[in-house]
């Protein structure tokens, strides 16, 4: 009998994500501040993260990045925090955040919302790698815009000119 069962919360796909996004024209991007570190372990939960090091036993009293279940449960959890927003205003992919809308008038009852329910939750965004009112923006490896969405080029460029393995 396995120690742990996986959680089999799916992970959106990018491109179904990008299809909701016609007609808007202002952009912003938030990006949580060490995401997965502002969830505490339950209390029970905490003997289960265990781990040996030749320095001692240690556990973890936040999530980490390298618990088995700890993408599907952050994407739980940020999809019940924006439920009402998501597919309307709202794009989620883990700790990442864009909200979208139609006009600058729009954009600022939107970010009223999603500010609201990110100190609601008490979630917390770090401030330098958010990004506010664009009129394009790179997320999740492409380019969006009022006329589409497109890979991002950087991200092409940095596949060409990986280097071919020589064994």
């Known amino acids: ?18 299809d909701r996004l016609g007609g808007a024209t202002v952009f912003s991007k938030i990006d949580l501040r060490s995401g997965y570190h502002q969830i505490k372990v339950r209390e029970e939960d905490i003997p289960k993260t265990a781990f ?3 320095y001692g036993l240690y556990q973890y009293l936040v999530m980490s990045f ?8 952050f994407m739980y959890l940020m999809n019940s925090v924006f439920m009402n927003e998501l597919d309307k205003f709202v794009v989620v992919f883990i700790d990442d955040i864009l909200v979208y809308s139609k006009n600058e008038k729009e954009h600022e009852e939107h970010l009223r919302i999603v500010l609201s329910r990110l100190r609601e939750h008490k979630l917390y965004a770090k401030f330098s790698k958010c990004a506010f009112w664009l ?4 997320f999740l490896g492409h380019i969006l815009s009022a006329k589409g969405v497109v890979v991002d080029p950087g991200k092409v460029e940095d596949v060409l000119n990986w280097k071919q393995p020589q064994t």
Not at 66 to 73: D, E, I, K, R, V
Not at 135 to 138: D, F, Q, S, T
Request: aromatic share 10%.
């Open 135 to 138: 009129k394009e923006v790179a």
């Open 66 to 73: 390298g618990l088995t279940n700890a993408p599907a449960f």
């Open 1 to 18: 009998m396995p120690l742990l069962v996986k959680n089999k919360y799916p992970l959106p796909h990018i491109d179904i994500l990008f």
């Open 52 to 54: 040996s090091t030749r």
